[in-house]
């Protein structure tokens, strides 16, 4: 599905969201996640080791819910898929740079923040592969919302 522009500008400028998977049973299991688009794609970050990334190996749908400070907000029903593999840390990096961009401090040139200090590229992509660090690309298949 392609979006709309009205909802790529929202998208744009929101990077706060809740990011619903499904459990086993069915049951939904939410958690709060940073999105942004690069490269025309809807992405989030996550590790190996995360419940939503068990949860998406064995079922990839989920919706997003992209929201701001005033009630309004964009839902996103989806399919997931994980990227994983060599090129993680550098899109991770990509993915963190546009959702840190126009931030009010943001980092120094060339610097990330990352558990609320400055990194340098080179610091932020060695914790990368040391998390283990995915991401999570969102196929959108149906939007709604206030926004």
């Known amino acids: ?20 998977t ?10 709060r996640v940073g999105v942004a688009v690069v490269d025309g794609r809807i992405w989030s970050s996550g590790t190996q080791a995360r419940v939503r990334t068990r949860h ?10 992209v929201f701001d400070d005033r009630f309004g907000g964009l839902s ?12 993680v840390p550098e899109d ?21 923040f990352w558990e609320g200090t400055e990194r340098t590229r080179e610091e932020f992509l060695r914790i990368m592969v040391e998390e283990r660090r995915l991401i999570y690309q969102f196929e959108v298949h149906h ?3 206030l926004f």
């Open 143 to 145: 939007t709604y919302g």
């Open 22 to 31: 499904l459990r086993e049973d069915g049951g939904p299991h939410v958690v």
């Open 56 to 65: 998406l190996r064995r079922d990839p749908r989920a919706t997003l819910f």
């Open 1 to 20: 599905m392609e979006l709309s522009e009205r909802e790529r500008a929202y998208l744009a400028g929101h990077h706060s969201a809740a990011m619903a």
């Open 92 to 112: 991770s990096y990509r993915l963190f740079e546009t959702m840190q961009r126009g931030m009010q401090p943001g980092p120094r040139p060339g610097m990330l």
């Open 76 to 87: 996103l029903d989806s399919t997931v898929t994980i990227l994983e593999g060599p090129d």
